[in-house]
Antibody, heavy 114, light 106 residues
Framework: EVQVVESGGGLVQPGGSLRLSCEAS????????MDWVRQAPGKGLEWVANINQDGSETYYVDSVKGRFTISRDNAKNSVFLQMNSLRAEDTALYFC???????WGQGTMVTVSS | DIQMTQSPSSLSASVGDRVTITCRAS??????LLWFQQRPGKAPQRLIYDVSTLQSGVASRFSGSGSGTDFTLTISSLQPEDSATYYCLQYNRYPRTFGQGTKVEI
């Protein structure tokens, strides 16, 4: 059974950092791109970043470029999102997924507030 | 960036109705379009990929069509469990971009 489980969210002050993790199971992890998508409270979906199978290619939405870094550890079937210089507008539920395919996890909530 | 404009932003319909949601891209695309359903409090679920291919396990009343800049999600006979917000997403170019969503109420 394919499963992804996000973790690492929490409350952080503006300008702070947080590292999200996503552990995957049920499929050959190193055969797939992985994506992060976020959803601010009461708002729509926003694609954030993705990474290719060996980590050599990464792409980001403009609003997080230079602040967020996506990475992966294929030995641990995990993908990460390092978030620096956090802003109030980064407050959202963060989902990871295998190439935007189902199933998605339940997400991990990031709140940026003083 | 490719902007995805969905319409309508919300709709109310009855059980058994045929419902159509449209997504217009700011520039022409090939077939790299997805449709998602998100029920309240739940993670999004992919319904359709490559414009018109139904995701395994998704009810056959859902269908997708379109080309170029105009794409459509159709629910042929609306059911109570279809109450949700629907999003399109283009993966033709980076950054991937979602439409703003269509809330369907029954």
């Amino acid at each position: 059974e394919v499963q992804v489980v996000e973790s690492g969210g929490g409350l952080v002050q503006p300008g702070g950092s947080l590292r999200l993790s996503c552990e995957a199971s049920g499929f050959t992890f190193n055969n797939h791109w992985m994506d992060w998508v976020r959803q601010a409270p009461g708002k729509g979906l926003e694609w954030v970043a993705n990474i290719n199978q060996d980590g050599s290619e990464t792409y980001y939405v403009d609003s997080v470029k230079g602040r967020f870094t996506i990475s992966r550890d294929n030995a641990k079937n995990s993908v990460f999102l390092q978030m620096n210089s956090l802003r109030a507008e980064d407050t959202a539920l963060y989902f990871c997924s295998r190439e935007l395919r189902p199933p998605w996890g339940q997400g991990t909530m990031v709140t940026v507030s003083s | 960036d490719i902007q995805m404009t969905q319409s309508p932003s919300s709709l109310s319909a009855s059980v058994g109705d045929r419902v159509t949601i449209t997504c217009r891209a700011s520039q022409g695309m090939r077939s790299e379009l997805l449709w998602f359903q998100q029920r309240p409090g739940k993670a999004p679920q992919r319904l359709i990929y490559d414009v018109s291919t139904l995701q395994s396990g998704v009810a056959s009343r859902f269908s997708g069509s379109g080309s170029g800049t105009d794409f459509t999600l159709t629910i042929s006979s609306l059911q109570p469990e279809d109450s949700a917000t629907y999003y399109c997403l283009q993966y033709n170019r980076y950054p991937r971009t979602f439409g703003q969503g269509t809330k369907v109420e029954i």
